[in-house]
């Protein structure tokens, strides 16, 4: 096991460095399609051996099922960014937005960011989540920053600098829970997750909250709640569509796995009322912070990010109902939100390379222009927007229930109704992107099969999750779902 | 165990018919033929499905579909079997019209269209029968996606993206309402299964909140004003099958869901639920006749139309639960059995009614009737087939309208058995003299509709050239008539089914309701109300009296009949002399001025000539209320406050930070403090 | 020690006054030259050797590697410097203002709740540093300047953590110190492009993205 | 046997009608001091329109033939659920829902017919008697219900015979007024409508008609004195109380048909002593029609 997972760490950085050293682009696609297929396939052999063995865990190593499922979330993201990096960053190539030398180097940054991102799910020591952490965001802000256009500098200066004092908060919180846990007497194990669990009930309950308070506000900044979320869209709309999908789908829920993780141990310190009030309010904030922006919004990226500024708030809410059901429903909607998210962004990339343009004003016709991506837009703007028979309406609708169970009534009904206003809003910009008249130079066109591979795949796991979850992963988000109670 | 073989078959062949597009290789008309021929059996096997349900009692059948679903039941009582009937028989004529009308879709998308349509279809029976609350919101919103789909089908077509638009949306409002009401009752029940949602102890104020939120659900989806806003966008948007399927089946899926919660989950509440329906219900049938009116869009006109008689249909519900609540068993009977009779008629006539506007569309490739004119003569099969929708949907005898209307108007005026008083009196003779006037307005309505398209000249070219609709199209209306007649004739048979649907809820005794009928008359007896109609006797009544006419009419020979061109004052008529339907409506319009608000804008080209403009245009239309007054401002609002509410993301970083601080400190506060 | 948590202080509040961008890197060197010396005192007292080498690797980054870069962005920044005329945000003697109310808060209020502390008095210092340099990041539009508030965050967090529980363990340490160093080196990059780009490094332009 | 005698009675109401039209039309003449036609002048009328030839527009197809047959049959039908002497539960249809919808799918084939022929008279006669419709049917139903009330049924026998028990009361000689202000609109006569004008502009029902010529003319003639004999007897039987019961058949029948003489000079006077209304004003006196009937509920 441990091995497996070392090897999952070095796999990307051995595949960064090659691309580094690579400039033609034939090798480049060669390699990088190898390498994140291998990551991928080894995270997929973790999880599986996970799922038989439980939980892996040595000095600075833990694997557990929790981590299994945002492994699930990485392997699959990483595997379609890269998936689609290829046809669609070759178009920018040839489109002259980017040189053949900045290729490689964004196939390195991808790299190091899946790096950053799949050692932030292995480890088990709280500090060291805090620098994988920090490191996905040093990692992501020159991708971010990728074009070196004005914009695109001004959302990555934002994005390090807002979730730089925001990761600081966090350490600031890190730093004090580790003060509890020295002063409770349990300094040989210094912020080791297994042990801070084990002795959560004795910490410091007054301290705790304290700790709780950063740590919240800390990787809350990272996984984009209101009001921390400014540097969200921003961010998603500048990177290059594969990244901005890596961004929403598995950096929002990597910094969402550390505050959960987190989570665990302040719920067993001192109990869930606050934690989960506090959480309930901030989910509630994010989905009305989300709605003006969706009703009016001009980028069709934004319009993307914004929407997952609504969906962390969705799976927040559920954290914070916090009963068995709604926490399987948090994290399966981290999965479904995730996968359906990313294919957005990638389709949104094609969307503005063939229009050249992310203005949502000067998108018409989609439908006339590229039938079958229109058909999958659609499919992937009802299936966000949470309408049956989509697998995160499903998870969306178990929240809600688990609320209304848990006689939050009157909050699970407000949800709903504050989700159709995000519903009007992605609704009315997708509608009018895809129908309508095209324009004249906008030539019916072909989608290279790479990049339409990658959103098939991610649609097709969505529909089919609509109906159908295999055992397997049932049984690994029931398991996960058990060890975020505390079981 | 038949039953469930019959039901799954009927869903396999919908899926089936929904693949079959796949494997036609792209020719059309393999396609066109497979899929709507498979729909048409799929629809074929849902009537038997629903006799043999009807006959043998009540079934339930459950497969799992495990995580995260879980169990799924679909029971087949005698409510769904209702409906499903409903169902298989409009869509046995929507299928069969659809093989000739498809050729239209030739070039459009037809694979396309033909699997949707045969989603739509599944996603209907599915509705009708899944009884379970989350599998239901599924299937509910899977067929407003798939008719969705169906309205934008020609999104070529400006403002038919627009009209799916507010389709999707206002269902999905209507779909978050119910999924409130089924939330509350289910958590109050500790289930997710329909048969055990009424066990649940809810308190008075979740009772109600249930009820809200059932009725504005469902209200929406069924198009009750003022919740309707989408639908006479939607309707005509969509290829006139599915108009059909849409108007006569989707939107009563919508009583359905009423009838399944007033009925089942929340049985008897208190009296001004029953109360408020009746006021929505009059609103809608007053004003959906009255805006139908206004309409020369044929299609939009069917579509105001549907607004009227989904209120008609809640009149005898609503009046059903205030009988309920009252403790008058029979006499709610009486109601719903009304309010259910009417969901059956108008499925039939009013899909009827959208087969044959899409005959005239098919002939003509014009909705506007203002265009249209003299059809009669080249399509005289679908005028009489027209003529018979539109006979039944004015409830005119003998036909199946008159039928359920006159139970509407039996059990309203039995309401000042339940509300006492003056009051009740004057209630009831109000809701009676106004679906009396409803009633009225659709008869205008339809002479004006059907006047205007069918008589007279052709007012266009596109009129003139029309020939008549294959024959699958004209079988399909010819049936749907025939079944306007049969269930206004006898509607004894519909009756004693309704006597079975009805028999099985709380608060409700249907078993002696109908007992005094004979083969000819159908006769209700509650205490001491009653009431008694014998329709075929009306039927020969007025063939005899015909037969007289006839006699009359021979008594002196047979008189010289000359030809001789229509007298216009002796200059030679032709059809821009015809009565508009724009001037038939304009008395009403007028009269109704109060609430319709005319407003006619006058535009002279005086370009060529100073003195008198050589060109006058007029353009007439009424102000919608409901839209002017209720949706714009709210919209409006919205996007006012949306875009002031944007300021805060005002791209300062400083900004940023600022909220950052701004939070911890008051998360902080409120955790030292907690 | 108590000395140099005073300096330590006195620096930050110098630091609000300034606005020449190299007096500003200075300064921030010889922060951090303060907090590596209270690393090794501390290191002193307890007598344990990984606080020698975080202090060691305070030196090496904080005032080794970072101000290195920073000074090497600057001579493409000449002309730079934070502007005190229209676009500023707050006055010198607001922001001053500011860094003393953040001291007079974090003393006034945080001191008492952590009882058992190892270094009790750097604790409120170090508040004060943490939110001295988000005071600094708030107010100053100058790339470099809150670049210079974030490592002043940093330091402060670096002390709390110090006074408060001898430091992290040090694996952990060197985490943070490798990624406060790829921060910076982040950050650099990137003002370096804001000069290319906008021919300025003041953040205040950056505000074409909102809505 | 009670078939046999419904249908005598039906023959009878039928075959009485136009003498009904004939005293109207002869007080009416006497009124506006002329001698005005003879009291069987409707029968010669009809029995001349029957041996007319007549043009058909080319136009028209076959709703425009069929229309009269249809109208004259509504109105048969209705003649014989009509409660008069007799009235007869037995075959179940005496409702007056279907009287009332009988008479709307009448109007509703004449309506359609008068658009055939395509003419602007036509179609402006449809149109205004189909607005004449929607107005009286409020007031129509308002007024039939508050007898409709007093039986607790819809059906016009138990309705007759009610009503025959009932005394006079402010509320009967509201409720009547209203239904005779509702008979004057159904029937056409001023002031709702001229039957005698030939100002095509100002005719509602005879401009519906205007196209038919020859034989179809004297079935909707005849239909319309039919539908006119209907509501006059509506009028006596249900809202008019003093009803003689209990006496041979046959002097019952003299006494309604002396109520029912009544009625019709009633009706000539006030076609004398008014004018026609505006189009447009005949809401109002829907409208006060129906607040006659709310008041007689009310009154109840």
Not at chain 1, 41 to 64: C, H, K, M, P
Not at chain 2, 135 to 160: D, P, Q, R
Not at chain 2, 465 to 489: D, K, N, R, Y
Request: charged share 10%; proline share 3%.
């Amino acid at each position: 096991m441990q091995e497996l997972i070392i090897l999952a760490l070095v796999l990307p950085i051995v595949t960064g460095l090659l691309s580094l050293l690579q400039s033609k682009s034939g090798p480049l696609r060669a390699i990088n399609l190898l390498g994140s297929g291998t990551t991928s396939a080894v995270l997929l052999l973790i999880i599986y051996r996970t799922t038989q063995d439980g939980n892996f865990s040595s000095e600075f190593l833990y694997v557990d099922h929790l981590s299994a499922v945002m492994l699930f979330v990485v392997a699959l993201l990483t595997f379609t960014a890269t998936l689609f990096s290829l046809s669609y960053m070759e178009q920018e190539v040839h489109d002259g937005i980017i040189s053949e030398l900045m290729l490689s180097w964004y196939y390195a940054l991808l790299n190091l960011f899946s790096f950053a991102m799949i050692s932030v799910l292995v480890v088990g020591n709280l500090g060291l989540m805090w620098v994988a952490v920090e490191g996905t965001t040093l990692a992501s802000a020159l991708l971010v920053a990728f074009y070196f256009n004005r914009d695109a500098l001004e959302a990555a200066w934002k994005y390090v600098m807002i979730c730089t004092v925001g990761i600081c908060l966090a350490l600031l919180g890190t730093m004090i829970l580790y003060y509890a846990q020295v002063s409770t007497g349990g300094a040989d194990q210094p912020l080791n997750w297994l042990a801070l669990k084990s002795m959560a009930p004795r910490l410091d309950a007054s301290i705790i909250k304290i700790a709780f308070v950063f740590i919240l506000i800390g990787y809350g900044t990272k996984a984009g709640l209101a009001p921390m979320h400014t540097w969200l869209p921003d961010a998603h709309s500048q990177a290059p569509s594969p990244v901005s999908g890596l961004l929403s789908g598995a950096l929002l829920s990597c910094a969402l796995y550390v505050l959960v993780r987190n989570l665990i141990i302040v719920q067993g310190a001192i109990g869930t009322q606050f934690t989960q009030y506090v959480l309930l309010g901030m989910g509630m904030l994010s989905i009305v912070i989300a709605i003006p922006f969706v009703l009016v919004q001009h980028d069709v990226k934004r319009l993307l990010a914004y929407s997952s500024v609504e969906h962390m708030g969705i799976i927040t809410l559920g954290l914070g109902v916090g009963t068995p059901l709604a926490v399987y429903a948090a994290l399966l909607h981290i999965v479904n939100h995730a996968v359906a998210k990313s294919s957005l962004f990638y389709m949104a990339g094609v969307i503005s390379q063939k229009y050249k343009t992310k203005s949502i004003r000067k998108i018409h016709g989609i439908a006339s222009v590229m039938p079958l991506l229109a058909t999958l837009f659609v499919i992937g703007i009802l299936a966000i927007t949470g309408s049956p028979p989509f697998s995160i309406f499903i998870s969306k609708f178990m929240i809600i229930w688990a609320m209304f169970e848990h006689h939050y009534w009157l909050l699970g009904a407000i949800t709903l109704l504050l989700l159709t206003g995000i519903f009007a809003g992605m609704m009315r910009y997708c509608l009018k992107m895809s129908f309508g008249a095209a324009h004249r130079e906008v030539h019916r066109s072909k989608i290279a099969p790479s990049a339409m591979t990658a959103i098939v795949l991610s649609i097709a796991i969505i529909i089919i999750g609509g109906f159908y979850l295999p055992p397997l992963v049932n049984n690994v988000l029931l398991r996960a779902a058990e060890i975020v109670l505390g079981g | 165990m038949l039953i469930e073989q019959l039901y799954l078959v009927s869903l396999g062949l919908f899926i089936l018919g929904s693949c079959s597009p796949m494997f036609t290789k792209g020719s059309a008309k393999a396609t066109n033929y497979l899929a709507h021929g498979l729909a048409t059996l799929g629809c074929v096997v849902t009537i038997v499905l629903a006799i043999s349900v009807l006959l043998t009692g009540n079934h339930t059948v459950a497969f799992s579909l495990g995580a995260p679903i879980g169990l799924i039941k679909a029971r087949i009582d005698y409510l769904a079997a209702y409906f499903l009937l409903a169902f298989g028989i409009v869509g046995v004529a929507a299928s069969v019209y659809a093989i000739g009308y498809s050729r239209e879709y030739y070039i459009h998308r037809l694979a396309l269209m033909a699997a949707l349509y045969n989603a739509f279809l599944l996603s209907i029976a599915l509705v009708l029968t899944i009884s379970q609350v989350l599998a239901f919101v599924i299937v509910w919103e899977l067929m407003t996606v798939v008719s969705f789909c169906l309205v934008n089908h020609e999104y070529e077509k400006t403002g038919n993206t627009s009209a799916a638009y507010l389709y999707i949306l206002m269902t999905h409002i209507g779909t978050a309402f119910i999924g409130i009401a089924f939330l509350l009752l289910a958590t109050a029940a500790n289930t997710l299964d329909f048969e055990l949602l009424k066990t649940g102890a809810l308190t008075g104020m979740l009772r109600n909140v249930v009820f809200l939120c059932a009725l504005i659900g469902f209200g929406t989806k069924a198009g009750v004003i003022p919740l309707h806003i989408w639908l006479p966008e939607a309707h005509p948007a969509a290829p006139s099958h599915v108009s059909a399927m849409m108007s006569g089946i989707m939107i009563k899926t919508a009583i359905y869901g009423m009838s399944r919660f007033f009925l089942e989950f929340l049985g008897a509440g208190p009296e001004w639920w029953g109360q408020l329906v009746l006021i929505l219900a009059i609103i809608s049938s007053v004003f959906g006749v009255l805006y139908a009116l206004m309409e020369h869009d044929l299609k939009r006109l069917l579509a105001y139309h549907s607004v009227e008689n989904i209120g008609i249909i809640l009149l005898g519900v609503g009046a059903g639960m205030v009988f309920m609540s009252k403790g008058l068993p029979v006499l709610a009977a009486l109601a719903w059995a009304a309010g259910l009779y009417h969901v059956f008629n108008h499925a039939v006539f009013k899909s009827l009614l959208f087969l044959g506007s899409g005959a005239v569309l098919y002939a003509t490739h014009t909705k506007d009737i203002e265009h249209l004119g003299g059809l009669i003569k080249k399509m005289p099969y679908t005028a009489l087939f027209f003529l018979i929708g539109a006979a039944a949907i004015s409830a005119l005898p003998p036909l199946n309208g008159f039928v359920s209307e006159w139970l509407t108007f039996q059990a309203l005026f039995f309401l000042p058995q339940a509300v006492g008083g003056l009051v009740g009196k004057l209630w009831s003779v109000i809701l009676i003299a106004l679906l009396g006037l409803t009633g009225a307005l659709a008869g205008a309505c339809f002479v004006k509709a059907f006047g205007v398209t069918f008589l007279a000249k052709p007012r266009s070219k596109k009129a003139e050239q029309a020939t008549e609709v294959p024959g699958t199209m004209l079988v399909a209306m010819g049936f749907l008539s025939l079944v306007c007649v049969a269930a206004g004739v006898w509607p004894q048979w519909m009756l004693a089914i309704l006597q079975k649907v009805l028999s099985s809820y709380a608060g409700i005794a249907a078993a002696s309701l109908f007992q005094n009928s004979d083969w000819y008359a159908i006769a209700f007896q509650a205490q001491q109300a009653g009431g008694v109609l014998a329709m075929p006797v009306v039927v020969i009544m007025v063939i005899i009296g015909f037969g007289v006419a006839v006699v009359f009419a021979r008594l002196a020979g047979s008189p010289k009949k000359d030809a001789g061109e229509t007298w216009t004052c002796g200059i030679i008529p032709n059809a821009r002399m015809e009565y508009t339907a724009t001037g038939f409506a304009e008395p009403i319009r007028r009269a109704f001025g109060r609430v319709l608000n005319p407003v006619d804008v006058v535009i002279a080209d005086k370009s060529r000539n100073p003195y008198h403009g050589v060109k006058i245009t007029i353009h007439v239309h009424i102000t919608h209320y409901i839209s002017e007054l209720m949706y714009r401002p709210v919209s409006n609002g919205l996007y006012t406050f949306a875009n002031y509410l944007r300021k805060i993301q005002a791209g300062s970083l400083q900004l940023y930070i600022g909220y950052i601080m701004a939070v911890t400190v008051i998360v902080l506060i409120i955790g030292t403090r907690w | 020690m108590e000395l140099l948590t005073i300096l330590l202080l006195v620096a930050a509040i110098l630091q609000t006054r300034v606005s020449n961008l190299r007096l500003a890197i200075n300064i921030i060197l010889v922060q951090s030259v303060f907090v590596a010396l209270a690393c090794a005192i501390i290191g002193f007292q307890t007598n344990e050797t990984h606080i020698y080498i975080a202090a060691l690797l305070t030196a090496i980054i904080k005032v080794g590697l970072i101000p290195y870069a920073l000074y090497r962005v600057l001579p493409y920044l000449h002309e730079e410097r934070e502007k005190r005329a229209r676009r500023e945000i707050v006055s010198a003697n607001l922001s001053t203002f500011m860094a003393l109310l953040a001291i007079i808060l974090a003393y006034g209020m945080l001191s008492p709740k952590f009882p058992g502390v190892a270094v009790a008095y750097a604790l409120p210092a170090s508040i004060s540093l943490v939110l001295i340099g988000l005071v600094f990041i708030m107010t100053r539009s100058q790339a470099v300047m809150q670049i210079i508030g974030l490592i002043t965050m940093e330091n402060g967090l670096y002390l709390l953590g110090l006074s408060m529980t001898q430091g992290l363990p040090l694996i952990i340490e060197m985490g943070i110190f490798f990624d406060v160093l790829v921060a910076v080196v982040v950050l650099v990059i990137l003002t370096y492009r804001l000069k290319l780009s906008f021919m300025s490094t003041d953040t205040s332009l950056l505000k074409k993205l909102k809505g | 046997m009670s078939i046999a005698l419904l249908a005598v009675q039906t023959i009878i109401i039928i075959l009485l009608a136009p003498f009904i039209q004939g005293v109207i039309k002869n007080t009416k003449g006497r009124l506006q001091s002329r001698r005005g036609p003879r009291y069987l002048q409707p029968y010669y009328d009809f029995l001349k329109l029957l041996r007319k030839d007549s043009v058909i527009s080319p136009t028209v197809s076959w709703i425009f033939h069929f229309a009269p047959y249809i109208y004259f049959a509504t109105a048969i039908a209705a003649a014989a659920l009509v409660p008069t002497v007799f009235t007869f539960s037995g075959l179940k249809f005496d409702n007056l829902f279907v009287l009332v919808y009988l008479f709307a799918l009448g109007r509703f084939f004449l309506a359609a017919a008068s658009l055939d022929a395509g003419s602007s008279f036509g179609g402006m006669g449809g149109s205004r008697e189909m607005f004449i419709s929607v107005l009286v049917e409020p007031p129509l139903m308002l007024a039939l219900f508050t007898v409709a009330f007093r039986a607790n049924s819809t059906n016009l026998s138990v309705m007759a015979t009610t009503a025959a028990a009932s005394t006079v009361s402010f509320s009967a000689v509201l409720a009547a007024v209203a239904f005779l202000i509702i008979t004057i609109a159904e029937t056409g006569r001023i002031p709702v409508d001229n039957p005698d004008t030939h100002l095509e502009l100002t005719m509602i029902h005879e401009g519906m008609v205007l196209e038919y010529s020859g034989r179809p003319v004297g079935l909707i003639f005849w239909a319309s004195t039919i539908k006119q004999a209907v509501f006059i007897l509506l009028l006596v039987n249900l809202f008019v109380p003093w009803n003689i019961t209990g006496i041979a058949p046959v002097l019952t029948a003299l006494w309604m048909l002396l109520k029912v003489l009544i009625v019709a000079v009633l009706l000539a006077c006030i076609e004398t002593s008014t004018n026609k209304m505006r189009l447009f004003r005949v809401p109002g006196l829907m409208a006060a029609a129906g607040v006659f009937s709310l008041l007689a509920l009310i009154a109840q």
